[in-house]
Nanobody, 126 residues
Framework: QVQLVESGGGLVQAGGSLRLSCAVSGRTFSSYTMGWFRQAPGKEREFVAAISRTGGSTHYADSVKGRFTISRDNAKNTVYLQMNSLKPEDTAVYYC???????????????????WGQGTQVTVSS
């Protein structure tokens, strides 16, 4: 059974930083692309960042480029999202996800991800 457990969310002032973690079990972590998505109230879930199996390739949404950094530690089966210069519009529930198949390319659409965490709330106050 695949399980993803996110942590690290919270309340932060605009301009601050948070680091999200997502621990994965039940799958060969190093064989799959990992992604972060977010969903704000009243909005659809949107792509934030993704990282390839080895960590050598990453992709970011334009809205977070230059502020967020995705990374992974395959020895710890964990993916991270370092969020700097946070803005109120970054407020959302953040989800990590595992690609549904093992592939070399980084995917950015939610339907290509087969397993999801429960989400962690990030609130940025102005």
């Amino acid at each position: 059974q695949v399980q993803l457990v996110e942590s690290g969310g919270g309340l932060v002032q605009a301009g601050g930083s948070l680091r999200l973690s997502c621990a994965v079990s039940g799958r060969t972590f190093s064989s799959y692309t990992m992604g972060w998505f977010r969903q704000a109230p009243g909005k659809e879930r949107e792509f934030v960042a993704a990282i390839s199996r080895t960590g050598g390739s990453t992709h970011y949404a334009d809205s977070v480029k230059g502020r967020f950094t995705i990374s992974r530690d395959n020895a710890k089966n964990t993916v991270y999202l370092q969020m700097n210069s946070l803005k109120p519009e970054d407020t959302a529930v953040y989800y990590c996800a595992v690609d549904r198949i093992s592939r070399t390319v980084v995917v950015v659409v939610s339907y290509e991800y087969g397993y999801w965490g429960q989400g962690t709330q990030v609130t940025v106050s102005s």
